[in-house]
């Protein structure tokens, strides 16, 4: 496939649909380009995961905001 775009005065290229839609880019994605002898490669770069992920789910549900008062309220009766 091979589809053509213009370049504006800064730069800037629109990738064309029908590319987007082939690599599975949307907005926001990173995309890298590699050129040897002349010709340059358009490639997505996948996201790098989120450290938190990892941790997502991991601690319980927070209690309700009268729970968290009384655990206060322990905590400072305790010094």
Do not use: C, N
Not at 3 to 26: F, N, W, Y
């Amino acid at each position: 496939m091979r589809r053509t775009a213009t370049m504006t005065s800064k730069g800037q290229v629109t990738v064309p649909i029908e590319v987007r839609r082939r690599l599975g880019l949307r907005q926001g994605d990173h995309v890298a380009f590699d050129v040897e002898d002349g010709v340059a490669t358009l490639r997505p770069v996948p996201a790098e995961p989120d450290a938190f992920d990892a941790y997502a789910g991991a601690l319980a549900t927070p209690p309700d905001e009268a729970a968290v008062r009384d655990w206060l309220r322990d905590l400072r009766d305790d010094d």
